[in-house]
C-alpha cells in the first residue's frame, strides 16, 4: 500500500503560480503521476516522473509551463504550475505507479487531491 496526501492547492488569478506537493509513505513505487478533474469532466493526465531516474513526461496543455519534480530523500513529488489559467481549474490528484514505464492512465495508488481555482 502507498498513502498519498497532496497540498498546496487554493485560489490564484490567472496568471500566478501554485507548487502542489504530493507526500507519500508506504511501500516503495516506480513513478508518480499528476492528473487533474474538473466537475463534469474526465480525469486528465497532466505529468509523471520516474522516482529513480528522474525522466519526466507532460501533457500537451502544461508542456512549458508546468515542472513535474521529487525529492527521493522525503519521499515528495511536487507540481509547480505557472502562468496558470483558468481552465487550469480541477481537483488535482497524484497517482504512484509500481509496474515499470510510463503511463498516462495506468496507477495503482492515488490520493484524495487538493482543488486549484484560477480565476481570470
Known amino acids: 500500500q502507498v498513502q498519498l496526501v497532496e497540498s498546496g492547492g487554493g485560489l490564484v488569478q490567472a496568471g500566478d503560480s501554485l507548487r502542489l506537493s504530493c507526500a507519500a509513505s508506504g511501500r516503495t513505487f516506480r513513478s508518480m503521476g499528476w492528473f487533474r478533474q474538473a466537475p463534469g469532466k474526465g480525469r486528465e493526465f497532466v505529468a509523471a516522473i520516474s522516482w529513480s531516474e528522474g525522466a519526466t513526461l507532460y501533457a500537451d496543455s502544461v508542456k512549458g509551463r508546468f515542472t513535474i519534480s521529487r525529492d527521493a530523500g522525503k519521499n515528495t513529488g511536487y507540481l509547480q504550475m505557472n502562468s496558470l489559467k483558468p481552465e487550469d481549474t480541477s481537483v488535482y490528484l497524484c497517482?504512484?505507479?509500481?509496474?515499470?514505464?510510463?503511463?498516462?492512465?495506468?496507477?495503482?495508488?492515488w490520493g484524495q487531491g487538493t482543488q486549484v481555482t484560477v480565476s481570470s
Open positions: 497517482a504512484t505507479r509500481d509496474r515499470a514505464g510510463f503511463s498516462m492512465a495506468i496507477y495503482d495508488y
